[in-house]
């Protein structure tokens, strides 16, 4: 078979580009696109699993046509007009350009194998799917619909953590979603924690493992701070797998690892076993 190539000679990697040929950034397999796209951007030789966008989550977990969105014009301003190597504003125009969505969080209700469902969905191409003002008012307004209208919130996380820009403001937001998943609990409606890679910082540390059942797709990273960190600060070697899904599997951090293309399935069976449909009807 002849080599496919780029006009630079080098193989896009996934999410680069719209070239047909694409290497698997774990094993390098060269896959074709639509290969790649039929598996749910899951690698057919390795089993590495790809990072979707919010709305390709949504449309993976949920039923067709059964997804609404909540609050879409909710959008971040720039509390602090805070500047590093460029202004925040700067920062966000970027992100608006080449993100998948205009924020880091999208949020809605949809049925999940005919099982209706509040979602709160990261976006990591916005910002690394940091948690700012926006993101923290979006997961509390899908949390107090979720409340009003008897509904399991799922969350889906890939997130680098606190949004620095927006300083104090974006670690507020911690405490928010915690207490908002507090309130779930004490309704007892099920709130579902689902990691995918990354699911770190901030995020790692509020309602990302807070979840009543947390579950975890194959090989994510999940951890607070980064490897390289931790071992700074403790001095110490880590040991193999260290922050990934199959190590906090092992230690009790993570209840399940499902593979994606059974997420929809096994999510549905968990919310039908919490008493979905019977129960959280008022």
Known sequence: MAVVTTPT??????????????????CKQVLYRREWDEALQVCPSCGHHGRLSARERVAQLCDEDSFVEWDPGLVSSDPLEFTDLKPYKDRQAQAEKTAAGPESMLTGKGTIEGVASALAVFEYTYMGGSMGTVLGEKFCRAAE??????????????????????????????????ALVAELRHAGLPFISLLTDPTTGGVAASSAMQGDVIISEPGALIGFAGPRVVEQTTGTALPPGFQRAEFLLKHGFVDQIIPRAQLSERIARLLRLLGAGEKFAK
Not at 9 to 26: F, L, N, R, S
Not at 166 to 178: C, F, H, K, N, P
């Open 9 to 26: 000679g080098k193989m896009p990697t996934i999410g680069e580009g719209d070239h047909p040929w694409i290497a698997c950034p774990e």
């Open 145 to 178: 619909r979720a409340l009003e209208e008897r509904l399991p919130l799922i969350q889906v996380s890939a997130s680098g953590g606190a949004r620095m820009q927006e300083g104090t403001l974006s670690l507020l937001q911690m405490a928010r979603v915690s």
